[in-house]
């Protein structure tokens, strides 16, 4: 979608819904204001935008819709410094810049058939809801599957409206939360401890993981002892980026970028990448 000539020249999005998710997380309902170019964006799960707001920066922000759902773009964000404090201050009517789709998606096609395991860490949940959306929308081409996911506290659960409707739709959905507190009766513990309730098939299943990098590293662990290969343990991985087309090399991973042969990667090929945090 650069076809003005200059990869780095934004489009304006309008906001047609903001969804307050928690204290920290917003989601945030887009449409290009120029319905041609609505029409014609394309993307796929695990893909990510550059999102600017004036005088607020620009970031890349996963989107969270799934293409085979109409309507606007989603993106979920949760504030964290000035260009998401910027986006979390808007309301629907306004205007942000967008420019993308980057980054290499999730296999959905090669995962047809398997049984997926979702596991997702707070905001983490917003690149894996594309996945989720899209199976449930080809139910019949991807096995069981299951969601492990962990927030800080109760009142940090996200996409409570989505859970609901995945629940519905027959999705394992395991919950727990780091602390506990009142009214609270589920469990209590890091994401990790979710998997003594799931007893996956290693040889049809496989994993795709979003959240911070010290859950990755422990949950890769356990996915490991269950008999998944490390080609069947995928993520998506964070950096700092800048241009997030693979030209300033801001986002490095020893010798690839995060932003172009990412943000998605397997486990097999982050294991040969030193600074891949997963030790
Ligand atoms: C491919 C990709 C997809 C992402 N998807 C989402 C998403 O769906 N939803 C979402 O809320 N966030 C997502 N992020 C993270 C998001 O880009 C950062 O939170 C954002 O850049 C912060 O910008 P800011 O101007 O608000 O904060 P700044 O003022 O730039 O920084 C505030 C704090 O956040 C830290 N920070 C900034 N960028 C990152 C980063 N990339 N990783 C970790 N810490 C960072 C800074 O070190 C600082 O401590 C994604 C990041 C990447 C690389």
Same mark, same amino acid.
């Given at each position: 979608?650069?076809?003005?000539?200059?990869?780095?020249? !934004?489009? !304006?999005?309008?906001?047609?819904?903001?969804?307050?998710?928690?204290?920290?997380?917003?989601?945030? *309902?887009?449409?290009?204001?120029?319905?041609?170019?609505?029409?014609?964006?394309?993307?796929?799960?695990?893909?990510?935008?550059?999102?600017?707001?004036?005088?607020?920066? *620009?970031? !890349?922000?996963?989107?969270?819709?799934?293409?085979?759902?109409?309507?606007?773009?989603? &993106?979920?964000?949760?504030?964290?410094?000035?260009?998401?404090?910027?986006?979390?201050?808007?309301?629907?009517? *306004?205007?942000?810049?967008?420019?993308?789709?980057?980054?290499?998606?999730?296999?959905?096609? /090669? &995962?047809?058939?398997?049984?997926?395991?979702?596991?997702?860490?707070?905001?983490?949940?917003?690149? &894996?809801?594309?996945?989720?959306?899209?199976?449930?929308?080809?139910?019949? /081409?991807?096995?069981?599957?299951?969601? &492990?996911?962990?927030?800080?506290?109760?009142?940090?659960?996200?996409?409570?409206?989505?859970?609901?409707?995945?629940?519905?739709?027959?999705?394992?959905?395991?919950?727990?939360?780091?602390?506990?507190?009142?009214?609270?009766?589920?469990?209590?513990?890091?994401?990790?401890?979710?998997?003594?309730?799931?007893?996956?098939?290693?040889?049809?299943?496989?994993?795709?993981? $979003?959240?911070?990098?010290?859950?990755?590293?422990?949950?890769?662990?356990?996915?490991?002892?269950?008999?998944?290969?490390?080609?069947?343990?995928?993520?998506?991985?964070?950096?700092?980026?800048?241009?997030?087309?693979?030209? $300033?090399?801001?986002?490095?991973?020893?010798?690839?970028?995060?932003?172009?042969?990412?943000?998605?990667?397997?486990?097999?090929?982050?294991?040969?990448?030193? /600074?891949?945090?997963?030790?």
């Amino acid at each position: 979608m650069t076809d003005n000539g200059n990869p780095y020249l !934004p489009y !304006p999005a309008r906001i047609l819904r903001v969804t307050e998710e928690n204290s920290q997380i917003k989601s945030f *309902e887009l449409a290009f204001t120029d319905p041609e170019r609505h029409r014609a964006f394309t993307y796929r799960p695990g893909q990510f935008v550059m999102v600017s707001v004036p005088h607020g920066g *620009e970031a !890349p922000i996963s989107i969270s819709s799934s293409p085979t759902r109409p309507g606007g773009l989603t &993106l979920s964000v949760r504030k964290a410094g000035r260009l998401t404090a910027a986006l979390h201050r808007m309301t629907a009517g *306004e205007l942000v810049g967008l420019r993308g789709p980057y980054g290499r998606p999730f296999p959905v096609d /090669e &995962l047809k058939g398997r049984d997926l395991i979702f596991v997702a860490g707070g905001i983490g949940l917003a690149p &894996l809801a594309s996945v989720v959306n899209l199976c449930l929308d080809r139910r019949g /081409e991807y096995g069981q599957l299951t969601l &492990l996911y962990g927030s800080r506290s109760p009142a940090d659960i996200a996409f409570g409206a989505e859970l609901e409707g995945w629940r519905r739709a027959g999705v394992k959905c395991l919950l727990t939360v780091d602390q506990g507190g009142e009214g609270w009766t589920g469990q209590v513990g890091l994401v990790t401890t979710l998997f003594a309730q799931i007893s996956p098939d290693p040889g049809r299943s496989s994993a795709l993981i $979003c959240g911070p990098p010290v859950m990755f590293r422990f949950v890769a662990a356990e996915l490991t002892r269950l008999g998944l290969s490390d080609q069947d343990i995928i993520t998506t991985l964070e950096r700092h980026m800048k241009c997030g087309l693979g030209v $300033c090399r801001h986002c490095h991973l020893g010798p690839k970028l995060v932003c172009a042969h990412g943000p998605v990667f397997t486990l097999a090929e982050l294991r040969g990448l030193r /600074e891949a945090e997963l030790s």
